[in-house]
């Protein structure tokens, strides 16, 4: 116990050591209008260097995300119709089914399936 306690307390002090360090050594730099431009050999930048994002597609991605997590999912279920009840599978099944469609219907309510809008 006496051990654990005191290899805790020098790997405290260590850690606390080297981030003071680091915080005293680390270079201070001020942010700068120029030097957070984009370099385009000394000239102004002709365009925004950021692009625009369109959020309809990040909504998208973000539910095609989520859908294809819970079909992954879904596959456990298969391996488990061998040896569990056909009445608990489909209960089971039936139930995260439905879990899926409430969460299509929200997002077809709220209006992030339209892609023109």
Not at 32 to 37: A, Y
Request: hydrophobic share 55%; with cysteine.
């Amino acid at each position: 116990m006496f051990i654990t306690l005191s290899s805790a307390i020098i790997i405290i002090m260590i850690s606390t050591a080297m981030m003071m360090i680091s915080s005293i050594l680390s270079k201070k730099t001020f942010i700068d209008r120029e030097k957070s431009s984009p370099f385009e050999c000394g000239f102004d930048p002709k365009s925004s260097p950021r692009l625009p994002f369109s959020l309809q597609f990040f909504l998208i991605a973000l539910i095609f995300l989520i859908f294809d997590v819970e079909i992954a999912l879904l596959i456990p279920l298969i391996s488990i119709l061998k040896i569990s009840k056909i009445s608990w599978f489909w209960t089971v099944a039936s139930f995260f089914a439905i879990i899926l469609l409430v969460g299509l219907y929200h997002e077809w309510n709220q209006g992030a399936l339209e892609w023109a809008s």
